[in-house]
């Protein structure tokens, strides 16, 4: 990250040997979650959402409702990883919610508008990622110091540019990079609101290791996401598979 922490991805638990399993379910906290159960607004694109039906972007896109996913991913948390907290940066996830408008989707990202988000214009269009997070409202921290200052935890999903630079490309696949597990699982940004549908899309990673959208609605997997402070130190392993780091 740019204040030096290094982002983790959830990869299952070890076995009996210490080692890590790559591939499958278990690689997942959850493996049939939607993003948001509801889909038909463009405020169902947010890790948390405002109003549906407002008039006004600020009002769609507040940050008021928890996603579905994100309940899931704070419950597991609190479940799991409180005692680790001291150990964790309070980094960016940014759930990039801005607008790039053109004939096709010339929509403004309220109600049911065809809508096309940053990612996309990104990935699909451009073939360019990017780490920038446009908009400070789309910068999820638990403090306000650095971010919007409303997540309960400092964990959430990596997004649709971090998966893109580890070797994932919009529909291509690709079964060797090192994010691959052979499952589908849930990115944090936004793809499109489809108007014709009536659906809310976010990247997702599909089966054969591709960038791929999905409705919110669909029932993917979780790989939640957190970030080890600069400094911390390792005891043991060398970061392989078989013999994964040990932090102290």
């Given amino acids: 990250t740019e204040t030096g922490g290094v982002k983790l991805i959830y990869n299952g638990t070890p076995d009996e040997s210490g080692q890590c399993t790559a591939t499958g379910e278990s690689t997942m ?10 889909f038909d607004d463009n405020a169902y ?12 972007y600020e009002e769609t896109h507040a940050n008021t409702n928890d996603s579905t996913i994100k309940t899931v991913i704070d419950e597991w948390y609190s479940e799991n990883m409180t005692t680790y907290t001291n150990k964790l940066e309070d980094t960016v996830w940014c759930n990039d919610r801005s607008v790039v408008q053109n004939s096709s989707y010339p ?17 699909r269009v451009n073939k360019i990622p990017s780490l920038v997070c446009i908009n400070e409202n789309d910068k999820f921290t638990v403090s306000s110091e650095n971010g919007n200052g409303v997540l309960n935890y400092p964990i959430a999903l990596l997004t649709a540019d971090e998966i893109a630079y580890a070797g994932a490309v919009d529909g291509n696949n690709n079964n060797t990079y090192y994010l691959y597990n052979n499952t589908y699982w849930w990115s944090l940004s936004p793809f499109n609101f489809y108007s014709y549908h009536v659906n809310a899309g976010v990247w997702s990673v599909a089966l ?20 080890l ?15 994964p780091y040990v932090i102290e």
């Fill in 29 to 38: 906290i959850n493996s049939s979650i939607a993003f948001n159960t509801n």
């Fill in 45 to 56: 694109v947010g890790y948390m959402y405002g109003t549906a039906g407002s008039s006004t």
């Fill in 107 to 123: 929509g403004t990202g309220i109600g049911k508008e065809g809508t096309m988000y940053g990612s996309r214009n990104r990935l």
């Fill in 208 to 227: 054969a290791g591709l960038l791929d959208a999905r409705w919110v609605a669909a029932l993917y997997g979780i790989r939640p996401a957190v970030s």
């Fill in 229 to 243: 402070k600069m400094g911390t130190k390792i005891i043991d392993g060398d970061g392989t598979s078989t013999n």
